[in-house]
């Protein structure tokens, strides 16, 4: 371990103080599961990006191809979207922008990397993305740790779960400043989510026809809160396109961390005829 590469990034911004951090480790070969656990927890950071050799048969260009593994200071999680874009940047800055494929435990995800006004951008594109009902005794539950009542919901964001390689809870707050309040039980919420399989709760504000604030809890992570989540992201545009809230074809802007102290932007694409949600934004490296 002493001898692996440690890179730090932040995703979903151009600032090193804005976004979400993300470990970025290009070659993971000599690392077990165990030790990229270990270096994640010493990172601190919600999650952190493993890379090896790509399996058989994955296909994509020879030598932008990889297999990613993605780890909280906690546990592996299956997908991790600000950890990719991170990755994406990390290998664009050595081996060039440019198409790359990354085989995940949540399915094989497409990454295009360009250079856009002097930054690379990354733009990544989801599994098939899929949303399904919430008990009404468990989103009680859910209200009740995040201590919502149901009148500071937004009755248009009917809440549901939303999988596009990870699976969130979606939450519609009537008002910014209900989305600006978050405090917690945690442990009553990372009891339920740990039950459910849930990475975030995303929490969503509507700001305009297009774009909207978000909110993603993470405690599963170990986190009261994730700056910028991209997978959350692919998950929500599936969501609010499958619920009519947005055009089949649309570009959405999803600002979140400001509440934290650490504002990110993630923009999200919807094509029509493709179930598939791109996820874009830059990453620049933390000195």
């Known amino acids: 371990m002493t001898d692996t590469e440690v890179l730090r990034y932040t995703a979903f911004s151009g600032d090193p103080d804005g976004g979400n951090p993300a470990g970025v480790v290009l070659d993971a070969s000599g690392l077990d599961d165990d030790a990229m656990l270990e270096i994640a927890a010493a990172l601190g950071y919600s999650e952190s990006a493993f890379l090896t050799a790509p399996p058989e048969g994955l296909g994509g260009q020879e030598g932008r191809s990889f297999t990613v593994r993605y780890f909280s200071p906690k546990a592996e999680v299956p997908f991790c979207g600000h950890a990719t874009v991170a990755a994406a940047v990390a290998l664009a800055e050595r081996i060039g922008p440019g198409e790359l494929l990354l085989a995940t435990r949540g399915g094989t995800v497409p990454v295009s990397v360009a250079a856009e006004d002097g930054r690379l951008r990354a733009t990544l594109t989801s599994v098939e993305p899929h949303t399904e009902e919430i008990a009404a005794a468990d989103l009680a539950e859910a209200l009740a740790a995040l201590d919502w009542p149901q009148a500071d919901l937004d009755p248009a964001f009917p809440p549901k779960i939303a999988y596009a390689g990870a699976r969130h809870l979606v939450i519609g707050a009537a008002t910014r400043a209900r989305l600006a309040d978050l405090a917690y039980d945690f442990a009553r919420l990372e009891a339920l989510m740990r039950r459910l399989d849930l990475t975030t709760v995303q929490l969503v504000h509507r700001a305009?026809?297009?774009?909207?604030?978000?909110?993603?809890?993470?405690?599963?992570?170990?986190f009261v809160?994730?700056?910028?989540?991209?997978?959350?992201?692919?998950?929500?545009?599936?969501?609010?396109?499958?619920?009519?809230?947005?055009p089949q074809d649309a570009v959405l802007t999803l600002h979140q961390g400001a509440d934290m102290g650490r504002p990110g932007v993630l923009t999200v694409e919807l094509r029509e005829g493709d179930p598939r949600v791109r996820v874009s934004g830059t990453a620049v490296r933390i000195p």
């Open 208 to 222: 305009g026809p297009r774009e909207f604030h978000v909110r993603d809890p993470f405690p599963p992570g170990g």
């Open 225 to 246: 809160e994730d700056p910028a989540t991209g997978a959350a992201a692919a998950a929500f545009g599936a969501y609010a396109r499958e619920l009519g809230l947005v």
